[in-house]
Each structure stands twice: as C-alpha cells, then as structure tokens.
C-alpha cells in the first residue's frame, strides 16, 4: 500500500510507517501534518490509480540540514576558479495513515 504525494515542488512515493525527508516545512516538531495533493495511489492488489478525494498523515519527527555538496566552476587558461557549498535543509516526517475515498490505511501503530 503506497501512495504518491507532492509537496515542496516534489513527489514522493510514501507508505504508512515510513520515515521520509521532504523540503523544509514551517511545522513545530511532534505535530501533525496533511498531505492533500495526493496524485497516485495502490493499495497493493488493484493497479496504480488517481483518487477523487485523498490525503496523507504524518507526524514530524525532526529538522535537521543534509550533507554538504560542492559545487566547483572551473575554466581554463581564464585563470577562473570558483568554489561554492550548499547544506539543504529539510524535515523528517513520519507517515501515519493513507485516506483515500473514505478508506484509511495505516500502521497496526497509528491504528490503535
């Protein structure tokens, strides 16, 4: 069961129990947050399919900035160097239940 949302100008395929890092997000840690734009959705046994109505839950779990990547221009016999980094911050959320068409989908956790 997974489900394909968009936030933060991406996609990402998300399942219930999974811990995703998505764009950095303006939300507390430990709350909650919904994800409405859901654009795909399988529960497992019926193919890829669009749903009418939909949204994803999830918890906040942390923030935190990823690794550092450097970016080097360079040209030749210009005598040109240039060395720039850049750390992207982003959000960890922990995904707690799919509800698509009036069905909920969830971890046994999220569940009880």
Known sequence: MYAVIRTGGK????????????????????????FNDVLAFSDGHSPLSKPTEG?????????????????FHFKR?????????????YTEVRINSIEVNGFSYGTEKAAQ
């Open 77 to 89: 016999k210009k005598q040109y160097k240039k060395l720039q980094g850049h750390r992207q911050a």
């Open 11 to 34: 996609q990402y395929c998300v399942s219930p129990g999974e811990v995703v890092k998505i764009e950095k997000a303006a939300v507390e840690p430990n709350s909650t947050v919904e």
């Open 55 to 71: 949204k994803v839950l999830g918890t906040v779990v942390s923030e935190g900035r990823g690794d550092k990547i450097l970016v």
